[in-house]
């Protein structure tokens, strides 16, 4: 039986140059919701394309050649190719990427943007080595302090999360909320699909009249902060650093009261805090290990948000074992011209 998932990304050459573009948005959109029907055997209650189809990304990481130029690796290789525009990427960073020079000595960068800012995030760490050679921060230093900002159209530069010039700091308003987010904080790279998917789950939380929303893998608190803006009490739980960092200062800054615990998700027992509805946004990994203990407590209800519908219906298995429902199931085209797709499952006790 051929695989319901869809195929690779239709308008890349494999490398993240885009070419040529063989499915419309619709198709695309409709083989993600067979392939999500068929992983969860339930009908899609609704998909949602994105208002944007090119030009929506407001993340991409590049990488450098030898000679200090911006491109590409192709997929599961290291394999390095030029990239002069980007078709996915917002004009803001595209118009960046023209301008730029080479960054010789610098092997990682992203560009990221709020939709005004654009912000240059370079990195010298690698997956072996803790700490980079102090005189190969020295010398990107210098690379990266001698750009000129107006002429690249950046607005900050940053070399492994400090700032090396301007204003690193982007400003994303979503469901009201205004983050203030540095240079190494995760947030959704479609800013227009990300601001329909918060406000779906801020429709879905508080249509079950929540007293504490639990929010794991919380980041910066894209999901849950307009949840306790309305006043329910929230916990957020989230590990990575940086995102708890801007998470609090947002709380602080709007008085929104929120509790916040720098933490691994997946060392969380039954018990430990107190909800009755409880929101999971994970990586494309899953939450593996994570419902089995969250059962315990039997909340009414769990929103979980997935970039991987593969992970998702793995780590559902339990909660349906247990008598939870999909009472909701949505998808968000948050990323056009990719097979990846979002997925919004909401499950109550049966």
């Known amino acids: ?46 998909a949602t394309p994105s208002p944007r189809s090119l030009g929506y990304r407001a993340r991409i990481a590049l990488k450098t050649d030898e000679q200090g130029r911006l491109g ?23 118009q960046a990427l023209d301008a730029l020079p080479t960054l010789p000595g610098i092997p990682t960068v992203s560009l990221r943007t709020d ?22 921060v020295e010398r990107a230093s210098q690379v990266l302090g001698a750009l000129d900002l107006s002429a690249t159209s950046l607005s900050g530069v940053a070399l492994d999360g400090r700032p090396v010039g301007g204003d690193c700091t982007l400003r994303l308003s ?46 910066a608190g894209n999901l849950s902060f307009p949840i306790a803006k309305q006043g329910v009490d929230v916990v957020q739980v989230e590990v990575e650093g940086s995102s708890v960092s801007d998470a609090r200062s947002t709380a602080k800054r709007l008085g929104i009261p929120v509790t916040i615990q720098a933490r691994d998700v997946g060392r969380l027992e039954a018990g430990e805090i107190f909800f009755d509805v409880v929101i999971l946004d994970p990586p494309r990994a899953g939450a593996p290990g994570v419902l089995e203990e969250l059962l315990l407590t039997r909340p009414r209800a769990l929103v979980y948000v997935s970039c991987n519908p593969e992970t998702l219906a793995r780590d559902l298995g339990p909660a349906r074992s247990q008598g939870y429902a999909i009472r909701h199931l949505e998808v968000f085209d948050m990323f056009p011209q990719t097979s990846h797709v979002e997925t919004l499952c909401v499950l109550e006790r049966a």
Request: hydrophobic fraction near 40%; include cysteine; charge should be positive.
């Open 72 to 94: 590409y690796h192709r997929p599961r290789s290291h394999e390095w190719l030029a990239v002069p525009e980007c078709a996915i990427a917002r004009p803001e960073l595209n």
């Open 1 to 46: 039986m051929p695989s319901l998932r869809p195929p690779p990304c239709s308008i890349f050459a494999s490398c993240g140059v885009c070419n040529r573009m063989e499915w419309t948005e619709p198709d695309q959109l409709a083989a993600k919701v067979r392939w999500v029907e068929s992983l969860l055997q339930r009908d899609v209650d609704q």
């Open 174 to 219: 979503v469901g009201g909320i205004e983050h203030h987010l540095g240079p190494e904080s995760f947030f959704q790279v479609n800013l227009e699909a990300n601001e329909l998917l918060v406000e779906r789950v801020v429709q879905q939380v508080l249509a079950r009249s929540p007293q504490t929303v639990l929010d794991l893998y919380s980041g």
């Open 115 to 136: 939709g005004h800012r654009v912000v240059l995030a370079a990195s010298l760490r690698r997956r072996r080595a803790r700490r980079p050679d102090k005189r190969a």
